[in-house]
């Protein structure tokens, strides 16, 4: 019972209420963020990112949108030319880079990239090294890129498609995070990088009762390419029939649980994901809009699912709370990089945990993507 004090008129008062406890801020909030039940399929795990409000990112281009439409060019260094004064094409940067190509954006909205979308053509595919935007009006770029075709030199167009693929979360972190191309060829091959030995093996070093062998194994992947991709293609070894019907499969359940799971929500959006491969929380990708979600969507979960299957197998799960401390942000060391008046990219590093933001500063500031990573080492 609550105790009260009698008033001196000799008449009783109500006890007073007590406060209801105010809930622990949980990772997230101040973004706005909540995260939904997780979904699982073999061994991957995602957990919905939800938002009461979305941003309109529609003023924004992505990268396979302006390619396939002409409003953005890639091309080999060397390759675009100008005519200055005097009547003379000259190239904007001169030679072919393996770590460098030009872009143009020729369109009316400013140009979103991410790390790890994938160019195909020139002389070797490559995939964009870092998050960033390319303003309208912008003077030819000097891109930063990684090769992701190790084995060719040579092409018939020194033009870029869409390649509408993004590669997946080991090759991805080895571009993004550690900016290291001899890394990020050895991620094409080898599938997964990750070093985590919970995955793999016990508290004695043997192999866990719980993991079964990857989908697809390293030897299958050495297989394909000595048979279909010779030149180490990352599209020609992710997308080759070996390997690709079991991306494809995976992904087409792994779709139907997450829309079943997510749809008819009136009052929330999804705008992103944590991902988790058996008990190891390790990559999300977060938008300030469901808009940019959706788009980015289907070649974000084939890249996640890249990466499932070429990791063992396991019945363990990560929980929910798993997921939550995960979002915590990092405290550890800030680098930034920034393009006065148009963005400024910033990434915290806290031991194994690696954090990246894109935040536009044109029309108003705004954090377009938010990125998390569980280094392989």
Same mark, same amino acid.
């Given at each position: ?164 693929? +993004? ?57 394909? +390419? ?7 293609? $990352? ?5 080759? !029939? ?92 800030? !680098? ?6 148009? $963005? ?34």
């Amino acid at each position: 019972m609550i105790p009260f004090r009698r008033p001196a008129c000799g008449c009783a008062l109500p006890p007073v209420p007590l406060r209801a406890p105010v809930p622990e801020p949980q990772p997230g909030d101040e973004h706005g963020w909540r995260l939904g039940d997780p979904i699982t399929y073999e061994n991957l795990t995602v957990f919905p990112v939800l938002a009461s409000q979305t941003a309109n990112t529609s003023g924004f281009a992505t990268l396979d949108e302006a390619l396939a439409s002409g409003d953005a060019i890639v091309t080999e260094q060397g390759s675009y030319m100008r005519r200055t004064r005097d009547g003379v094409d000259e190239p904007v940067y001169s030679g072919a880079q393996v770590n460098q190509l030009v872009l143009i954006n020729r369109g009316k909205r400013p140009l979103l990239l991410l790390a790890g979308e994938v160019v195909s053509g020139g002389k070797q595919d490559r995939i964009v090294g870092k998050d960033r935007i390319v303003p309208v009006g912008a003077p030819p770029l000097a891109l930063d890129v990684f090769c992701v075709e190790h084995g060719r030199w040579t092409g018939g167009s020194d033009k870029f498609t869409a390649a509408n693929t +993004m590669v997946h979360p080991s090759v991805r972190e080895k571009a993004a995070v550690e900016q290291d191309q001899g890394k990020v060829w050895a991620a094409v091959r080898s599938g997964t990088t990750t070093t985590n030995t919970r995955a793999s093996t016990g508290s004695a070093g043997n192999a866990r009762a719980d993991a079964a062998a990857p989908m697809v194994s390293s030897e299958a992947l050495s297989t394909v +390419m000595a048979e279909s991709a010779p030149t180490e293609s $990352y599209r020609k070894i992710y997308q080759s !029939r070996a390997v690709g019907t079991s991306v494809e499969a995976f992904a087409a359940e792994m779709e139907r649980r997450f829309k079943r799971a997510t749809q008819n929500r009136k009052d929330e959006h999804v705008v992103g994901v944590v991902v988790a491969y058996g008990d190891e929380v390790a990559w999300s990708d977060i938008f300030v809009s469901s808009e940019l979600f959706r788009v980015y969507w289907p070649k974000l979960l084939r890249s996640y699912v890249v990466e499932a299957v070429t990791r063992p197998r396991l019945r363990e799960t990560a929980s929910l709370a798993d997921a939550r401390d995960f979002l915590r942000p990092a405290d550890g060391h800030v !680098r930034e990089e920034s393009d006065p008046g148009v $963005y400024i990219w910033r990434e915290r590093t806290d031991g194994r945990r690696a954090e990246i933001e894109l935040e536009a500063l044109d029309p108003k500031p705004l954090t377009l993507h938010w990125m998390k990573v569980l280094r392989a080492s």
